[in-house]
């Protein structure tokens, strides 16, 4: 499997679990909203924060900004989507699990075994 199309796999399926777990659980949204949020999530962030923030800034600052980026864009989906419910705490909990997912995937892409978080 290519790099790439194994680091989007691994992005989504991360985002999709960090989402089950706080979006789903939390605030029990159906599975498909909480997909279809993960997958525009995950598209938002590699296209942000691995092809931007990632090579300028390094592993923290992407992993933390990952982390902002996808409170506010699961916000944004929420907003326009009123099936999708959110609350601070659900979006908190997600934020801080998405930067430690990126942190994680970011060093294993640099192919150390913990990330510099």
């Known amino acids: ?10 992005k ?3 985002t999709f679990g960090s989402g089950l777990a706080t979006l789903g659980l939390l605030e029990r949204n159906p599975t ?3 997909l279809l ?5 995950a598209a938002v962030n590699y296209l942000v ?8 800034f390094g592993n923290l600052i992407a992993a933390i900004g990952e982390g902002f980026l996808a409170v506010a864009v699961a916000y944004v989906v ?5 099936p999708l419910q959110t609350s601070a705490i659900s979006l908190a909990i997600f934020g801080a699990l998405i930067a430690m997912g990126e942190g994680i995937l970011h060093g294993s892409l640099l192919g150390t075994p913990r990330a510099a978080l």
């Open 78 to 82: 929420a907003l326009f989507n009123p």
């Open 32 to 34: 498909g909203w909480v």
């Open 12 to 14: 989504l399926a991360m």
């Open 49 to 56: 924060g691995d092809l931007m923030l990632f090579p300028s």
């Open 37 to 41: 949020s993960a997958i525009i999530i």
């Open 1 to 10: 499997m290519h790099k790439t199309t194994a680091a989007l796999f691994w």
